[in-house]
């Protein structure tokens, strides 16, 4: 395959993320000490996962390809996840993105900030700033679905 670089592209995958994706905050837990930005997408067609796996590898990002879940006895196809937690990475995914994404964007863009604010504090290991926390509570309201959140998962 050519290299899978361009606007058109980016733009085709962020309507992906738009759809299907989450930006969200994983809360400490067992592997982490502090909330974690991640980004993931889900589909049943995991030949749209690969691709987009592979489009961003040009770009130096390297997305975990999650095991498929499926409903058992209800005839739902199986469901794929592609993801990754690694700050670089996240960061360059939304920076990819951010001129496509619609739905997402606001997600996308605390996001971003809340990295940006632990780097230019030099937070990394430190308590969080009030910013930091009404970001945390943003994403958590925005990904919120019938009272649940992803927040509440653990890294």
């Known amino acids: 395959m050519n290299q ?3 606007n058109e592209v980016l733009a085709y995958i ?3 993320y738009d759809g299907e994706g989450s930006f969200a905050m994983l809360s400490p ?3 982490c000490i502090r909330p974690k930005p991640v980004i ?3 589909n049943t067609d995991v030949g749209v996962l690969m691709y987009i796996r592979e489009v961003f590898s040009y770009y130096d990002v ?3 390809l999650l095991s498929a879940h499926q409903k058992k006895n209800m005839g739902w196809k199986p469901a794929y996840r592609i993801m990754t937690s690694n700050r670089d990475q996240v960061v360059k995914i939304i920076v990819l993105l951010l001129p496509f994404l619609i739905v997402k964007l606001p997600q996308a863009k605390l996001l971003l900030e809340y990295i940006q604010l632990r780097d230019v504090e030099g937070l990394r290991g430190r308590m969080h700033l009030t910013r930091e926390l009404e970001i945390l509570e943003l994403v958590r309201g925005m990904n919120s679905g019938r ?3 992803y927040y509440k998962r653990s890294c």
């Open 147 to 149: 009272g649940k959140s």
């Open 29 to 31: 837990g067992t592997h």
């Open 14 to 16: 962020a309507g992906f």
């Open 40 to 42: 993931s997408l889900g």
């Open 62 to 64: 390297n997305l975990k």
């Open 4 to 6: 899978p670089t361009g």
